[in-house]
């Protein structure tokens, strides 16, 4: 016990649970040919059965959902938009909420390129690879790879357009991240 909570506090700990990386986009596993449902079912939402939900209010919708539904279908698994017929009373709520997480992106590169940062409008030269590492933030990343911290920001807006970031606070270690590289743009005479 006292080695798996070392273990865990070094972030090197063998459990898939402290190394869970959601991603919207894996496969949604359901099982076919089951009509009843169990209590286990019912706790953890297996079956075939369309589920009901009781009323709720948009803040009950989680942002991965959000992100699943806005998802175009060629990048999911079952190559088919992710419609459930059970939210189907929160279709417009979702594309509503996906709709403004996309004006919040153009909104925070407008932000940057009205303070001056001309790289919010451009795309970069060239991307490399990072896997996020235990402790990982977006500052001390782009301190680490873009030798200045003050380009997290830049960082976060390349990552959320590419689609491999939702979330500033939303970082898992081993997941991959793209840093931007950019090349300098020298003013014309």
Same mark, same amino acid.
């Given at each position: 016990m006292a080695s798996a909570i070392r273990e865990l506090a070094k972030g090197t #700990?063998? /459990? /898939?649970? *402290? #190394?869970?990386q959601p991603d919207h986009r894996a496969q949604l596993f359901n099982q076919?040919? @089951? #009509?009843?449902? /169990? $209590?286990g079912d019912r706790l953890t939402g297996v079956g075939i059965r369309t589920r009901k939900f009781p009323a709720m209010d948009r803040r !009950?919708?989680?942002g991965s959902l959000v992100r699943r539904f806005m998802t175009p279908a060629e990048q999911l698994p079952e190559k088919e938009d992710y419609r459930p017929a059970s939210l189907e009373h929160f279709w417009g709520t979702l594309a509503e909420m996906g709709a403004s997480a996309d004006n919040a992106l153009e909104t925070l590169g407008q932000k940057l390129a009205t303070a001056g940062d001309e790289r919010a409008l451009r795309a970069p030269a060239r991307v490399r #690879? *990072?896997?996020v590492q235990p402790g990982d933030t977006l500052r001390g $990343?782009? !301190?680490e790879q873009m030798k200045e911290a003050g380009s997290w920001q830049i960082l976060a807006l390349h990552n959320k357009n590419v689609g491999l970031l939702f979330e500033d606070d939303e970082l *898992? !270690?081993? !997941? @991959?991240?793209e840093i931007p590289e950019y090349e300098v743009v020298k003013p014309a005479v």
């Amino acid at each position: 016990m006292a080695s798996a909570i070392r273990e865990l506090a070094k972030g090197t #700990s063998p /459990s /898939s649970t *402290y #190394s869970l990386q959601p991603d919207h986009r894996a496969q949604l596993f359901n099982q076919t040919g @089951k #009509s009843e449902w /169990s $209590i286990g079912d019912r706790l953890t939402g297996v079956g075939i059965r369309t589920r009901k939900f009781p009323a709720m209010d948009r803040r !009950a919708l989680h942002g991965s959902l959000v992100r699943r539904f806005m998802t175009p279908a060629e990048q999911l698994p079952e190559k088919e938009d992710y419609r459930p017929a059970s939210l189907e009373h929160f279709w417009g709520t979702l594309a509503e909420m996906g709709a403004s997480a996309d004006n919040a992106l153009e909104t925070l590169g407008q932000k940057l390129a009205t303070a001056g940062d001309e790289r919010a409008l451009r795309a970069p030269a060239r991307v490399r #690879s *990072y896997v996020v590492q235990p402790g990982d933030t977006l500052r001390g $990343i782009a !301190a680490e790879q873009m030798k200045e911290a003050g380009s997290w920001q830049i960082l976060a807006l390349h990552n959320k357009n590419v689609g491999l970031l939702f979330e500033d606070d939303e970082l *898992y !270690a081993g !997941a @991959k991240l793209e840093i931007p590289e950019y090349e300098v743009v020298k003013p014309a005479v």
